[in-house]
């Protein structure tokens, strides 16, 4: 299962897939959760739902889409917090990780299985900021950009013909 970065939801509300042009996106969506292809997580959720704007809108009333944390993660959680304090990273970025949605939903993926989707991109050296690519990495959680997820899930928006 594919479990979505809070940068998918961002990103395509603001740039490729707007909710007044790409309406089939945001349906795609809610099907590919409802046939088990995808999901995010509950912190996700909150980071949407900070803006009172459609895209906070939209994910309040989609609350199934988005998983609560449960007790298989906490060994996951462990594995991940000590992996954080053990890099070279600073103070600050350790505990901004700890404290945004990366760090619940890498900690999901990793103790259920699931493919993280994001547009965040590695960078080993980075020491300001812990980026999902590079924790999934450490952690051998699979991930993915959102154009590799569609491709893979076979995803096709095609253009309804004009009516005269």
């Not at 479990?3 to 795609?28: E, Q």
């Not at 809610?30 to 959720?45: D, F, M, N, P, Y």
């Not at 999901?108 to 980026?131: D, Q």
Request: charged share 20%; hydrophobic share 45%.
């Amino acid at each position: 299962m594919y479990l979505l970065d809070s940068n998918i939801f961002i990103t395509a509300k603001n740039l490729h897939y707007g909710f007044d042009f790409v309406p089939a996106f945001w349906d795609w969506l809610e099907q590919g959760h409802s046939a088990g292809i995808l999901c995010s997580t509950e912190k996700v959720r909150k980071e949407l739902t900070i803006g009172a704007d459609e895209l906070g809108n939209w994910a309040q009333s989609r609350s199934r889409l988005f998983l609560s944390p449960d007790a298989s993660m906490v060994p996951s959680m462990q594995v991940l917090a000590s992996w954080a304090h053990s890099g070279a990273f600073t103070p600050a970025a350790i505990s901004e990780f700890l404290n945004v949605a990366d760090f619940e939903l890498i900690a999901y993926a990793h103790a259920h299985g699931h493919t993280i989707v994001t547009h965040e991109r590695p960078n080993p050296l980075s020491k300001k900021r812990i980026l999902i690519p590079d924790a999934c990495d450490a952690m051998g959680v699979p991930w993915i950009g959102p154009y590799e997820m569609l491709r893979a899930s076979g995803v096709r928006f095609i253009l309804e013909p004009s009516k005269p």
